[in-house]
């Protein structure tokens, strides 16, 4: 009877830990539904995360140092900051970008020296890229170079010379 006993008492006390564990954890995951929903803090740590998708939030400004390809659909929220291009090129091939600011002033700005700030695609592969708010801001020759798809839902894209 004793092991009965003993028994029992474990299992009520593993299904009680079970079930704190469980109230406990699961409002914790839920609340972070995006693996991928990260916040970066520098040039580094965005380019490493560039080629998985999903959804990346900016915390502050941030300057590339090197071309991007974008292979997996993205989500940028720019979250009122500057994603500065400075004379690299971003470019959405074979995967949909999409660009986004969520920030309350709607501040958050793309800007860009390069000839070619953002290049969408290319002659034999297909790419995307979503504009919903923010702006895109050009000082070289061409803003947005567009062989796949291009969707503008608001925000705006300035340049000196060709736009789109």
């Given at each position: 009877?004793?092991?009965?006993?003993?028994?029992?008492?474990?299992?009520?006390?593993?299904?009680?830990?079970?079930?704190?564990?469980?109230?406990?954890?699961?409002?914790?995951?839920?609340?972070?539904?995006?693996?991928?929903?990260?916040?970066?803090?520098?040039?580094?740590?965005?380019?490493?995360?560039?080629?998985?998708?999903?959804?990346?939030k900016l915390?502050?400004?941030?300057?590339?140092?090197?071309?991007?390809?974008?292979?997996?659909?993205?989500?940028?929220d720019?979250?009122?900051?500057?994603?500065?291009l400075?004379?690299?090129?971003?470019?959405?091939y074979?995967?949909?970008?999409?660009i986004?600011?969520?920030?309350?002033?709607?501040?958050?700005?793309?800007?860009s020296t390069?000839?070619f700030?953002?290049i969408?695609?290319?002659?034999?592969?297909?790419?995307?890229?979503?504009?919903?708010?923010?702006?895109?801001?050009?000082?070289?020759?061409?803003?947005?170079?567009?062989?796949?798809?291009?969707?503008?839902?608001?925000?705006?894209?300035?340049?000196?010379?060709?736009?789109v």
């Open positions: 009877m004793k092991k009965k006993s003993f028994l029992h008492k474990f299992s009520v006390v593993c299904c009680y830990l079970l079930i704190t564990t469980t109230i406990v954890v699961l409002p914790f995951f839920a609340h972070n539904t995006f693996a991928n929903n990260i916040d970066f803090f520098s040039s580094e740590e965005l380019q490493e995360y560039f080629n998985s998708g999903g959804n990346i915390l502050n400004n941030i300057t590339l140092n090197t071309n991007i390809k974008v292979i997996a659909d993205l989500t940028i720019l979250n009122g900051h500057t994603l500065d400075s004379d690299k090129t971003l470019s959405p074979e995967a949909s970008l999409t986004d600011d969520y920030s309350e002033t709607q501040s958050g700005i793309i800007t390069a000839p700030a953002i969408v695609g290319d002659s034999t592969h297909s790419g995307g890229l979503i504009i919903n708010s923010g702006t895109i801001d050009c000082k070289g020759s061409y803003c947005v170079t567009n062989y796949g798809d291009l969707t503008i839902n608001g925000g705006s894209i300035n340049g000196d010379d060709f736009v």
